[in-house]
């Protein structure tokens, strides 16, 4: 099965670019820009990515974040993303990225947007991956500075398709960002938000109402309401899930315990990310393979998984018909 899940195409939809950063980039990046690192060694670093929540995790990764200081290094950060996407058969990855982690500490979000970006286009062209830019707010922070990045973002809108929303979701509700999601609204960007992760089921409700997200992140807490799991299947909104995440951040003890493939087998478009991989010990093959291992699924259940990503995805409907091509021909071949 580890060559079917290894080989089978892809489509990434929950992935913090932040998160991609391995503990070998972070000590060259430091080097190179002179910033203090409080870890001695590799192995010191990845002893400190024992995380017993979600704010344990947010702490470090943050910290993490310190050695990106030049467009270029948001570029080799972006490049060495997509090439470990080109070895699972990512085909199509829509990203996240956190500018108010930067901008907060003098980073123009230009340099941080451009190098980005430049390693998603050259993706395309010298990989075959095709990609879009989610920029995210962190709920911990204000309204005011939510409504500031937008107005940052406006003259980089040809490269971003949508507006989420992460980092700390209990004690900053949906609502704190009605309507800065309003106005992104009517600016023309899609919406998504992580809901439902270490909050409750309301918080998915929240999150659909008021921010009129077209995806939920996470959204694993929604089998905490029978009646939202229900709504979720009648009007297929997709739940972008990380098997591997929700594990290291102690959202199931373990992943035997996990909801996906229950909720995969009742018809929820459920879909599997890597979320913050540097972190969370593990990219997308990475996850199915946990998944599959724990909870074992046939080939036609694992490809689904990719189905409902190209449909939960933000590509036009011609480029969405080519990736189903060729997963169902992949499938069809793998029988
Ligand atoms: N949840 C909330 N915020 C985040 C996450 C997450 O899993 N990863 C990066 N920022
Ligand atoms: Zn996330």
Redesign the pocket.
Known sequence: MKEFIQSLPKVELHL?IE?TLEPELMFELAKRNDIHIPFNSITEVRHAYNFHN?QSF?DI?FQGANVLINEQDFFELTWAYLLRCKEDNVMHTEIFFDPQAHTERGISFDVVVNGIHGALVKATTELGITSELIMCFLRHLDEESAFKTLAQAQVHKDKIIAVGL??T?VGNPAGKFERVFKLALEQGYLTVA?AG?EGSASNIHEALNLLKITRVDHGVRCTDDENLVKQLINDRTPLTV?PL?NLKLKVFEHMEQHNIVTLLRKGVCVTINS??PAYFGGYMTDNFMAVNQALPMNKIEIAQFTFNAIEASFIANSEKQRLATATQGYLDQHQ
Do not use: T
Request: some cysteine.
């Open positions: 913090h998160g979600l947010l990764y992460d980092s979701e992580h992760e990380c995440s979320d913050d």
